[in-house]
C-alpha cells in the first residue's frame, strides 16, 4: 500500500529565508503532484513532476522529484509572506487504481 | 469560466437530515472525484468516477452515495447526516485516473 508522508508538517519561518519541504512515498511511482491551499480555499496545482530527476520552478518555489529515492523537494528561496498556505504532495498509486494518495500536507507560515 | 464548480459552497443541516451536494466540469475530463477534508486539512478520498465505473474508498459510509447524470456532473448524496460528517468537501475531476486533478471550490458542511 502506498504511503505518503510530508515533513515538516508545520514550518514557521522568516521572509527572506530559505526552506525545502520534503515528500517521501512508499512505492513505486513515476510522477508527482504539489498543490496549494490558502487557508479557507481549494487546492491549485502548483507542479506537475513526469519523471526521475524532473526540476519545475515558478517564482520563488522549485520542485525536484527523485523516482529512485521515492523522494520529492520543494523548495522556497527567499520567502515572502505570499507563500504562506498549506502544500500537499500527491502521487498516484497503481495497487489504487491510480488514485492519488496524499501527504497530510505542510503548513507554512512566513511571518514578515 | 469555472472549470470545476460545486453547489451549495455552504450547507447548515440537523443530524439526521439528507442533503445533496452538486459539482460539475467543464473540460471535458473522463474522470472525478469527492474528497473529504477534515479539520486538520487531511484529504481524504471517497470515490472516483471514469467512464461510468465507480470506485469506493471502503471506509466510506454506504450513507453517501455518488451519482453521475453525465460525464460532467458528478453529485454527492448523503443520508441520515451524523456530526462527525461536518467538513470540507471537494469535488475534482482529471483527463483520466493518475492525472493532475483539478478541484471546485469547495462545499464546507456543517452538521448540528
Known amino acids: 500500500e502506498l504511503k505518503v508522508e510530508q515533513n515538516p508538517l508545520f514550518l514557521s519561518m522568516q521572509e527572506g529565508k530559505n526552506y525545502t519541504i520534503y515528500c517521501n512515498y512508499s512505492?513505486?511511482?513515476?510522477?508527482l503532484y504539489w498543490y496549494r491551499q490558502d487557508p479557507g480555499k481549494s487546492l491549485e496545482s502548483l507542479f506537475v513532476l513526469l519523471s526521475n530527476g524532473a526540476v519545475k520552478q515558478e517564482g520563488r518555489l522549485m520542485a525536484s522529484l527523485d523516482t529512485k529515492a521515492r523522494l520529492s523537494t520543494l523548495h522556497i528561496t527567499a520567502a515572502v509572506h505570499d507563500l504562506s498556505a498549506t502544500y500537499f504532495c500527491?502521487?498516484?498509486?497503481?495497487?489504487?487504481?491510480?488514485?492519488?494518495?496524499w501527504g497530510a500536507g505542510t503548513k507554512l507560515i512566513i511571518k514578515p | 469560466d469555472t472549470a470545476v464548480s460545486q453547489t451549495p459552497k455552504y450547507l447548515v443541516t440537523q443530524m439526521g437530515n439528507d442533503k445533496s451536494i452538486k459539482c460539475e466540469q467543464n473540460l471535458g475530463h473522463d474522470t472525478m472525484y469527492w474528497y473529504k477534508q477534515d479539520s486538520k486539512k487531511f484529504l481524504k478520498i471517497m470515490f472516483s468516477?471514469?467512464?461510468?465505473?465507480?470506485?469506493i474508498n471502503e471506509t466510506v459510509p454506504n450513507r453517501f452515495s455518488p451519482k453521475s447524470p453525465d460525464k460532467a456532473h458528478l453529485n454527492l448524496h448523503i443520508n441520515s447526516l451524523e456530526l462527525g460528517d461536518s467538513a470540507v468537501y471537494f469535488c475534482?475531476?482529471?483527463?483520466?485516473?493518475?492525472?493532475?486533478?483539478?478541484f471546485g471550490p469547495g462545499t464546507r458542511l456543517t452538521v448540528t
Open positions: 468516477y471514469n467512464n461510468k465505473e465507480l470506485i
Open positions: 475534482a475531476s482529471s483527463q483520466v485516473l493518475g492525472l493532475e486533478q483539478y
Open positions: 512505492t513505486t511511482s513515476d510522477r
Open positions: 500527491a502521487v498516484p498509486s497503481m495497487d489504487s487504481n491510480y488514485q492519488l494518495i
